[in-house]
T-cell receptor, first 117, second 113 residues
């Protein structure tokens, strides 16, 4: 069966410090991978998605970046955090339907609560 | 462009009441998938159901049922005899692109004992 891991679960970082959040998926190959942010009481904001190693699409301009060094590893980074980066970060994976036009449902990790102080 | 609208921001019901969560979508694609997810207070989103654009059969799973109507571009979710454990944020989503899905803003359901 497939599982998705995220760490750390919670993080408190000062403004201006760097960030690295990691997400790994087990039990599947060639997944689509996603990073979302959810502000308190708000919906999901798609930050990045990846359809393959080294292939990253950015959805919103910001001081965050993402990388996919391996098929089942997805990393979210920042060189200098801002107060507005606080939120709940969710990683997810999905399989692409044969033919590649659409993808199936997404499976989410447990999330990381980031507080920038 | 794709769009998912969940017009109900918050719903509050008393336990054992039935409740329907609305979802309206927009897309020009003829092939797409619709989904519902549940986000309990713990935060992790849980996948509930997937529907493809060629299958308008309604589905029932225990106390949950889903009504997909292409004529009105709706994919509504009904919980029968609600329970306190059903309290969560529920998201409807649409996928027409292998790269990403479009999520609604979510409906917060509170079931009071």
């Amino acid at each position: 069966s497939q599982t998705i891991h995220q760490w750390p679960a919670t993080l408190v970082q000062p403004v201006g410090s760097p960030l690295s959040l990691e997400c790994t998926v087990e039990g599947t190959s060639n997944p689509n991978l996603y990073w979302y942010r959810q502000a308190a009481g708000r919906g999901l904001q798609l930050l990045f998605y990846s359809v393959g190693i080294g292939q990253i699409s950015s959805e919103v301009p910001q001081n965050l970046s993402a990388s996919r060094p391996q098929d089942r590893q997805f990393i979210l980074s920042s060189k200098k955090l801002l107060l507005s980066d606080s939120g709940f970060y969710l990683c997810a994976w999905s399989q692409v339907v044969r033919g590649g036009r659409v993808s199936y449902e997404q499976y989410f990790g447990p999330g990381t609560r980031l507080t920038v102080t | 462009a794709q769009k998912v609208t969940q017009a109900q921001t918050e719903i509050s019901v008393v336990e054992k009441e039935d409740v329907t969560l609305d979802c309206v979508y927009e897309t020009r694609d003829t092939t797409y998938y619709l989904f519902w997810y549940k986000q309990p207070p713990s935060g992790e989103l849980v996948f509930l159901i997937r529907r493809n654009s060629f299958d308008e059969q309604n589905e029932i799973s225990g106390r949950y049922s889903w009504n997909f109507q292409k004529s009105t571009s709706s994919f509504n979710f009904t919980i029968t005899a609600s329970q306190v454990v059903d309290s969560a944020v529920y998201f409807c989503a649409l996928n027409t692109n292998a790269g990403k899905s479009t999520f609604g803003d979510g409906t917060t359901l509170t079931v009071k004992p």
